[in-house]
């Protein structure tokens, strides 16, 4: 059996199991009428159903053709901000542009962070009254490699650009708030294998152009800097 006899062996296979649960399905017992697993053959195919982006699989092939690598996802988050795909709210537009392009990233588009590890993105404001992105990371995003990590900050701030908003600018108490919530952690919960000083984890933070936020991890309580109307 060569190689291509062996796919379609697999192919064969795979569409009488699917058709079994299928006649199962129908039998009622169940309170789905059909099998809910979503079948896609491409990475491209799986990013457009699991986002419901209608054309992404012929764009995505069409950019393969003309576009190194680390070029199609800044592309394909422009498409995404421009209406290509349909017509979003801003925010919608920015969360399916940075899902999309992390996930084009990813061979073969099926890990759970591009799209389960950015929980939401919101459009928030700053203390003058302009306009800021903000992140929002949940769980398989914070267990992600540090590449996939600093490419979503890289590509949301690719986002921010097209949709012209400004950078986010954070307050020296929110600042801080950052670095004890880190202090929080290492104490409470776990140690990193290398303790960041204070002074670069403050540098990072007043130079992040987008917010990184996202829902609580664990039950710890801050002490000092608590109440921050941003915070939440």
């Given at each position: ?82 209406g290509r795909f349909g017509s979003f709210t801003e925010e919608k537009a920015a969360e399916l542009a940075l899902k999309a392009a992390l996930a084009s990233l990813t061979p073969p588009g099926t890990t759970a962070a591009p799209i389960e590890g950015i929980e ?113």
């Open positions: 059996m060569n190689l291509e006899e062996y796919n379609r062996f697999l192919q064969e296979r795979f569409w009488q199991a699917y058709n079994h649960a299928a006649r199962a399905k129908e039998s009622g017992y169940d309170p789905e009428k059909k099998p809910e697993s979503i079948i896609s053959f491409s990475q491209a195919e799986t990013i457009e159903k699991l986002l419901g982006l209608s054309g992404f699989k012929d764009r995505f092939e069409e950019l393969k053709k003309k576009l190194p690598p680390l070029e199609i996802p800044f592309k394909i988050a422009e498409d995404i901000i421009l939401k993105v919101l459009i928030k404001k700053n203390s003058d009254n302009t306009r800021y992105l903000a992140i929002y990371f949940s769980g398989p995003m914070r267990s992600a490699g540090g590449t996939e990590q600093a490419l979503s900050i890289i590509l949301a701030d690719f986002i921010r650009r097209t949709l012209k908003l400004d950078r986010y600018k954070p307050t020296k108490e929110e600042v801080a708030r950052y670095i004890e919530e880190l202090r929080l952690y290492e104490r409470g919960k776990n140690r990193f294998q290398y303790k960041v000083a204070k002074d670069q984890i403050a540098e990072v933070i007043e130079n992040l152009p987008i917010e990184i936020t996202g829902p609580p991890s664990e039950d710890l309580e801050v002490v000092v800097y608590r109440d921050l109307p941003r915070v939440e």
